[in-house]
Structures are given as C-alpha cells and as structure tokens.
C-alpha cells in the first residue's frame, strides 16, 4: 500500500469519527443536528465521498485496503524495541503494520484511544446512571441554556408581559490528566501480548477513579475541576443522623422545587451510608427499608466511596456532561526507574466535566448539631404585574435535631405587602421540620411601576441559628 492510499484511509476513518460524534452529541441532547451542524456533516460526507471514489475507480474498496492490525503485537514488539535499543520511546502504528524506523522515533506512543475509552466508560458512575461521555472532542463545545419561561393566562385582548430569559453559553475547558503506572521489565518480559490490555485498563481504572471523584466530591479536587455536588455551605441540606425516609425524598424535593425535571436520576453514596439506609424502615413497624437492593424513592442507587461517609446527593444527570478532547497519548520511561527494574507508563489526555444546570444536584449531609436549611439564597427577589395582582415562592424549609418549632415572622415597614403560608411549623418527634413555606408578596393598589417593597423573613428556633431572607418585592402595571 503507498502512502497516498493510506493517508485517504486514515482521512475516511476521520471524517467518519467527526459525523459520528456529532450524530452521539445530538442523540444525547435528544435532538436533531442544528442547521448549522447538518452543513458541517453534509461537507464531512462529501469529503468521504470523494476518497471513496478514488478507490471505486481503481476497482478496489477502502475495506479490501485495510490490513489486520494486532495492536497488540505491535505494541509489545515496539516497546521492547524501545527499551533494549536505548530509546526514549517509540511510536506505534495503530492502524496498519508498518516497519518502525529511526525516523518514526518519538517521544510519545499513540495508544489506540478507543480501547482507553472502551475500558474507562464501564467504570465512570456517569455510564451507570445511563450519561454517555463526549470522546475525541475536538475546539470548545457550548450548551446554550434558557432559563424558566413562565406562560401567562390572559383575556382575549390582553397584552402579553415580557418574561425575563436567562440566556447564557456554558463552556468545557480541557483540563489535563495524567496518570504514571509502574511495570517491572519482568512483568513485561511474561507479559508478552497481555501488555497492551494490562496498561491500557490501568490507565482506564486510574482515570475513571479520578473522574468519579472530580463527578461526586462535595469539594472540587483542584481549581476549575468543580462536580455536581460542589456547594456553598448553606446550600447543603442537613440529614438527621439515621436518614429518614423524608431526608431521602426531601434531596428530591428541592430539585424538583427548582423547576427541574429529568429521567435520568440517581442517588449517589457511601458504603457506610447505604448500609445505614439498607436497616432503616421507612416508618415505625413497617418490614419495607428506605433502600432495598438498588433502588431508593424509585430512583437508582449508586454506590461509591469516593463521596463522603456522611452525603446523599441526588440529581438528574442529563444536566452534566462529560468530555475527553482528542486522543491519549503514551510515555515510555525506561530510565528514571532503571535501578528498581522498572519501566514507567505516563497516560496523558484531557476531560472537563460541564455542569448545565447546578440547580439540578441537591447534596444532603448528616448533623448532629440543631440547624435550619432554606433552599432560596437572599434576597429573594418576586415581580408582579397588575394582571396577576400577586406573586408567590414555594421555598423548601428543613429543621434538623431541633427542640422547638420553627417560627416564621415577617417586619420592616413594607412587610403588609407579604404572606407566608404559616407563622409556625411544629418540629416531629424526632426534632425534625420537613415542610414547604409559601411566601406571597400583594402590592397595593397605588404603587407606581417598578417600585421596590422590601421586608425581611426570619426563620428561628431556639438553639438554632437563625434563617434570614432579605424580600425585595417590585410591581409593574400600576
């Protein structure tokens, strides 16, 4: 085969890889390629089109050109090369067996990238909730990501009111990482054609165990590398020591009182805390458990000890994306560990994880101590319009290990002007509050376009900190 042929075969190979990683990311947004995407993938076809027309006019096929390739053989065949000719290391051919020369030396070895992913995916906690990673990015993908749109009720005549939309572009930025394996030259010298498999699954164990936890830790695990459960701390929901029933349902609430809705929702945590889950009923008297097998609140359970012995986090994971951007690539290091008979493997690639909407992970964490939880951040802010004469915000309100009711007051002269659905809410008799306050805010007859009402909500119980939210009311129409 000369190398004209080869370069159209290894083109078609890429201009079909592209067509299908557009076709994936469509299918996994659940719709159709852009008009824009669907030109890009019209052009991609051409171009394969023409090289395999080279082919139909020399009475041959680009199939009947490819040869069997061991990457396997090749692979430990080169590496020893490498090794016993003094080199750094030496590049592999992966796509047909091509003698190595002097002018093929490298510093790196291409790893077939494919058996990397092929090996990694299994083991990503994102294949199991059913999310499919992004592979051989290539440029920066965005998601454009609108915020909620509220539809209105009008008479027949009536004008429509603007709605605000958050409209903004969520990007993914390769982050890089490596992974180093160690392997003795006896084990490589035994290992024979078994060498490829055993350093292509370390590097998939290795980086799929850094993935999980860059997905699941509550803390990110270095700058910009923040998952689905990085929160600020009033965000995370206090559960009572031996979770209940309602703890569980509750990460699900505040998600859902978010204006979130999924299909691909899933609970992640420890071995310690499913063990807890798995002995605890779900009410007095009752033989069923909180978790039975994997299944909890009729949401699959994750288990993985790379999330914290005391969380439960919950989320619909249509809302994070994972992405590899382009190949792995392969270091080969017979000398630093010469004196130890060991050769050193360094897997490089690059991966971002893209949380689209943070709203859509709730994280959950046991206390011992008295504390309140609110699921709104201050000031909460409620517009009304003339045609709707009020507004109102469903907050989800939490009390854990408390002794006394959590009361509800409002003040600061504006305060007439709002509503709470009540002005207390009795504690259970495990010192637990699990309930929905409704804030309403009504303003008067004579108050001008975009005027501002303010009152403060404060939510207290006795030894407990105390719960402040700025209101901040404004009315159009009047």
């Known amino acids: 085969m000369n190398m004209k042929e080869k370069e159209r075969l290894d083109k078609i190979a890429e201009l079909k890889s592209e067509m299908r990683n557009m076709l994936d990311k469509a299918k996994t947004e659940k719709r159709n390629l852009t008009d824009d995407e669907q030109k890009t993938f019209d052009d991609l076809n051409g171009e394969v089109r023409m090289h395999t027309n080279f082919f139909n006019a020399n009475d041959m096929t680009p199939e009947s050109k490819q040869e069997d390739v061991d990457i396997r053989s090749i692979f430990a065949k080169n590496l020893a090369e490498a090794i016993e000719g003094g080199n750094k290391s030496a590049r592999i051919e992966v796509r047909a067996n091509i003698p190595i020369n002097n002018a093929d030396i490298a510093d790196t070895?291409?790893?077939?990238?494919?058996?990397?992913?092929?090996?990694?995916?299994?083991?990503?906690?994102?294949?199991?909730?059913?999310?499919?990673?992004?592979?051989?990015?290539?440029?920066?993908?965005?998601?454009?990501?609108?915020?909620?749109?509220?539809?209105?009720?009008?008479?027949?005549?009536?004008?429509?009111?603007?709605?605000?939309?958050?409209?903004?572009?969520?990007?993914?930025?390769?982050?890089?990482?490596?992974?180093?394996?160690?392997?003795?030259?006896?084990?490589?010298?035994?290992?024979?054609?078994?060498?490829?498999?055993?350093?292509?699954?370390?590097?998939?164990?290795?980086?799929?165990?850094?993935?999980?936890?860059?997905?699941?830790?509550?803390?990110?695990?270095?700058?910009?590398?923040?998952?689905?459960?990085?929160?600020d701390a009033a965000e995370i929901i206090p559960l009572s020591k031996q979770p209940f029933l309602a703890d569980v349902v509750g990460l699900e609430t505040t998600v859902l009182n978010s204006n979130v809705n999924g299909t691909n929702g899933a609970y992640i945590l420890g071995t310690a805390m499913r063990g807890r889950l798995k002995t605890k009923p779900v009410e007095a008297g009752n033989p069923a458990m909180v978790l039975t097998g994997n299944e909890m609140n009729g949401y699959p359970v994750v288990t993985s000890n790379?999330?914290?012995?005391?969380?439960?986090?919950?989320?619909?994971?249509?809302?994070?994306?994972?992405?590899?951007?382009?190949?792995?690539?392969?270091?080969?290091?017979?000398?630093?560990?010469?004196?130890?008979?060991?050769?050193?493997?360094?897997?490089?690639?690059?991966?971002?994880?893209?949380?689209?909407?943070?709203?859509?992970?709730?994280?959950?964490?046991?206390?011992?101590?008295?504390?309140?939880?609110?699921?709104?951040?201050?000031?909460?802010?409620?517009?009304?319009?003339?045609?709707?004469?009020?507004?109102?915000?469903?907050?989800?309100?939490?009390?854990?290990?408390?002794?006394?009711?959590?009361?509800?007051?409002?003040?600061t002269a504006q305060y007439a002007k709002y509503a709470v659905s009540s002005a207390s809410f009795a504690i259970d008799a495990n010192g637990k509050v699990d309930s929905i306050l409704t804030v309403t805010y009504t303003p008067t007859a004579n108050a001008g376009t975009g005027t501002e009402d303010k009152a403060v909500l404060t939510l207290a119980s006795t030894g407990a900190t105390s719960i402040v939210i700025n209101l901040e009311g404004t009315s159009t129409g009047w």
């Open 109 to 231: 070895i291409p790893v077939l990238y494919k058996d990397v992913l092929k090996a990694l995916e299994p083991r990503l906690i994102l294949d199991k909730v059913g999310i499919k990673m992004q592979t051989g990015v290539r440029g920066v993908p965005t998601w454009p990501t609108v915020g909620n749109v509220e539809a209105q009720i009008l008479g027949e005549n009536a004008e429509l009111q603007d709605k605000s939309i958050d409209f903004s572009k969520i990007t993914a930025t390769p982050k890089r990482a490596g992974v180093t394996i160690r392997l003795s030259r006896r084990a490589i010298n035994q290992s024979n054609l078994d060498l490829y498999d055993i350093v292509v699954n370390q590097i998939a164990e290795s980086i799929a165990m850094l993935l999980n936890k860059w997905l699941v830790n509550p803390t990110a695990i270095a700058s910009g590398c923040e998952g689905v459960f990085v929160k």
């Open 306 to 411: 790379l999330i914290p012995a005391d969380y439960i986090g919950f989320g619909f994971f249509e809302y994070a994306v994972m992405s590899q951007f382009g190949d792995f690539s392969l270091v080969v290091d017979p000398y630093t560990l010469a004196t130890k008979n060991e050769i050193r493997f360094t897997g490089n690639s690059e991966f971002d994880i893209t949380v689209l909407r943070p709203e859509a992970f709730a994280l959950g964490k046991v206390e011992t101590a008295q504390k309140l939880y609110v699921d709104v951040a201050t000031p909460l802010k409620l517009a009304a319009t003339k045609t709707e004469g009020s507004v109102s915000k469903q907050i989800v309100l939490k009390g854990i290990n408390l002794t006394a009711a959590i009361t509800a007051v409002l003040s």
